[in-house]
Structure formats: structure tokens, C-alpha cells
């Protein structure tokens, strides 16, 4: 099983639209999560941490089930800015491979 | 001024030849990682330290060798670069108390 799976998409959408990106995780001792934003050719750059209690900066809120071992963004109220990579990420706490794991990227197409 | 810097920015270069990218960070973190990226594959991890005096291979450290000559300085060496290695690489500093990572520009590489 991958270490941190995401759905590829793209997802294509109109402005306004919400959605929500998903990821799953392997790691059950993982502790800390994030999402990373990608714009195309661009370095990631950190969108938001995700806590146990979910938590919401603007139009992004982050949720996290760790029985799951699973994690959620979702975006309101899309704009056309919006439109990039987004990250699932998840620390490697006790593996051997340094210290991030990161998923493969799901791509967001925001059209107006 | 940016606090992660990746030099250069470009690079073509042939079959056989080594190469060094430099990476040089401001933010005083510990922690420096090399990644590449590669369509469809996501992030993968070359190599990383901990600091000065540590060094650990990542995921596909084979075909590369780095160097920390200081706290703020980690650079990736292609012994003899190879078609395969092209690709997108990007450097990252972390402290050490604090999971997230800040990327550099990142460096486009390609070998003929």
C-alpha cells in the first residue's frame, strides 16, 4: 500500500463551485498533516496544517480522521486562483525515509 | 530576499557529465532535504540532514552524493548525470522542532 494516496483528478470546475479533495495515509503513527499548494512549475508552498479537530482558515477547511487514517480539504467559493496542485502530506513519525511523506498531488482546474 | 535558494535555476547538460546544484538557505533551520519531481510520480526524496555532521539517503539516493558545508549550505552532486535524472529538484529546510518544510525555487535539469 502507497504511504500517502490522493486522487490524481483533474478536477475541473466553475468559479463559485466547493470542492473537496481526499487522502488516505499508512502510517498509523503519523502525527502531524498538511496540505501544500503547487502552483505548475513552482516550488509547494504550505496551504494550512490539519489538526484532529478540524480546523478552517477562509474559503479552506481541513478535516482529519485518524481511524480512519484519512484526511479532507475542502475549498468554498472556488476562484479562478485557486487553480494548482494541491498536496496531501503527512509526517513519517518512526519511519526511515526522512521526515515527510508526500502524496502525489491532486490537480485543481478552476474555469470561469 | 528569498530564505531558500536553489542555484541555478536551469541546466542542460550531456550524458556523463557531473553536475552540482547548490542549495543555500537564511531561515538558520537545521534540516535540509533534496527532492525530485518528476510528472505523474510526485516528490521523492534523494537525500537529507539533520545537521552539519549528519547525512541520510532517502528513497532514490542512487546516482547522487551530497555535501552540508554549513548549516545553511547542502548541495546535490550528479557524478556521471544520465537521461533518467532529468527532472525537477527542489531543496527544503525544516527546523528541527516544527514539521513543516520551505521549499526553494527549485532547479529544472536535463541531461541529453
Known amino acids: 500500500r502507497k504511504e500517502v494516496e490522493q486522487d490524481p483528478g483533474p478536477f475541473n470546475v466553475p468559479e463559485g463551485a466547493t470542492v473537496a479533495f481526499n487522502c488516505t495515509y499508512s502510517?498509523?503513527?503519523?502525527?502531524?498533516f498538511f496540505w501544500y499548494r503547487q502552483d505548475c512549475r513552482k516550488e509547494p508552498k504550505l496551504l494550512m496544517s490539519?489538526?484532529?479537530s478540524g480546523n478552517e482558515d477562509g474559503r479552506f477547511t481541513a478535516q482529519l480522521n485518524r481511524a480512519s487514517q484519512y484526511i479532507s480539504l475542502l475549498i468554498r467559493d472556488s476562484k479562478l486562483s485557486d487553480s494548482a496542485t494541491y498536496l496531501c502530506?503527512?509526517?513519517?513519525?518512526?519511519?526511515?525515509?526522512?521526515?515527510?511523506?508526500f502524496g502525489k498531488g491532486t490537480k485543481l482546474s478552476v474555469k470561469p | 530576499d528569498a530564505d531558500v535558494t536553489q542555484t541555478p535555476r536551469n541546466r542542460i547538460t550531456k550524458t556523463g557529465k557531473r553536475i552540482m546544484l547548490e542549495c543555500s538557505q537564511t531561515?538558520?533551520?537545521?534540516?535540509m532535504y533534496w527532492y525530485r519531481q518528476d510528472p505523474g510520480l510526485g516528490l521523492r526524496l534523494i537525500y537529507y540532514?539533520?545537521?552539519?555532521?549528519?547525512?541520510n539517503k532517502g528513497e532514490i539516493s542512487d546516482g547522487y552524493s551530497v555535501s552540508r558545508q554549513a548549516q545553511a549550505k547542502f548541495s546535490l552532486s550528479l557524478e556521471s548525470a544520465i537521461p533518467n535524472q532529468t527532472a525537477l529538484y527542489f531543496c527544503a529546510t525544516q527546523d528541527g522542532g516544527n514539521d513543516e518544510q520551505f521549499f526553494g525555487p527549485g532547479t529544472r535539469l536535463t541531461v541529453l
Open positions: 490539519v489538526y484532529s
Open positions: 540532514s539533520f545537521d552539519v555532521k549528519d547525512i
Open positions: 502510517n498509523s503513527a503519523s502525527q502531524s
Open positions: 502530506v503527512v509526517n513519517n513519525y518512526g519511519g526511515s525515509q526522512g521526515n515527510l511523506i
Open positions: 531561515k538558520g533551520h537545521d534540516r
